[in-house]
């Protein structure tokens, strides 16, 4: 029997609740289940989730999650730091959840997109060299320190390269001229502020790709369409094009 299942019998008895009991309670809780996946959770055949697991705290009137867990720290499924977290997003209304819903999925992302990268170097790094395989060398380009906009614009080139920096010589950056970041949030949730772009000088570029544009001497990081600049955030307007607008270079990746 697991720790977390001794647990839930133990507060079923101290309550003086019988299976059946406990189920009719979960029921008017809006929680269906039978007595025997009950029996489960407390032998340990069946795993309860958090909901589940909070349901059952009620009915059996916890007062302290880390009191319950007191002689079993290591099974606790949140700290009382995170309940305050959850009690305070259930009193959000919906706008409030959605608010925080997403800056999780994105800061989420970012995490795991920088533990895929330390693991990626550390592959590298461990890996045995074999005659076949080609470890790239690197070269130098200029990076220009916030002046590509994703907001409301910049002027562009207007001081020298923040200094230079290196990237990996291999056939997927061959034509990357420069590196420049990117200011605001319009092209969420593909680049956030902040993010490092890797930039080939060009002119022109396909309906659809995303590049640096030059239009009324403001810079910006958008996605080309007919008529205008693509912000991909719908919280931010596209840029019209005009006859002075210019295409500064196509985005090949970030750092």
């Not at 003086?16 to 007595?35: A, C, H, N, Q, R």
């Not at 916890?62 to 009382?80: G, K, P, R």
């Not at 001497?217 to 307007?237: A, C, H």
Request: glycine share 6%.
């Amino acid at each position: 029997m697991s720790n977390i299942g001794n647990i839930l019998k133990r507060l079923r008895e101290e309550n003086g609740f019988t299976g059946k009991e406990v189920v009719e309670k979960l029921k008017k809780l809006g929680v269906e289940i039978s007595d025997k996946t009950l029996y489960g959770y407390e032998s340990g055949r069946n795993s309860t989730n958090a909901d589940m697991f909070l349901a059952l705290c009620q009915i059996y009137k916890c007062q302290n999650i880390m009191e319950v867990f007191s002689d079993s720290v290591d099974d606790v499924l949140f700290t009382n730091k995170e309940w305050e977290y959850i009690e305070k997003y259930r009193s959000l209304d919906p706008h409030g959840q959605e608010t925080v819903s997403y800056i999780l999925d994105r800061e989420t992302a970012r995490v795991t997109a920088l533990q895929k990268q330390a693991d990626h170097i550390k592959e590298l790094e461990t890996s045995t060299l074999q005659d076949d395989i080609h470890i790239p060398d690197i070269r130098f380009i200029n990076y220009y320190y916030r002046l590509a906009s994703a907001g409301t614009g910049q002027i562009i080139f207007d001081t020298p390269p923040t200094k230079k920096i290196e990237i990996p010589n291999i056939p997927k950056y061959r034509k990357v001229d420069y590196a420049i970041s990117v200011n605001g949030n319009s092209m969420e949730p593909i680049y956030h502020d902040g993010d490092m772009l890797l930039v080939e000088m060009a002119e022109e570029i396909k309906i659809g790709e995303i590049g640096i544009f030059l239009v009324d001497n403001e810079s910006y990081v958008k996605k080309l369409g007919n008529t205008e600049l693509i912000s991909l955030n719908p919280d931010y307007k596209n840029i019209p094009l005009t006859e002075n607008s210019r295409c500064m270079g196509k985005v090949i990746d970030k750092l």
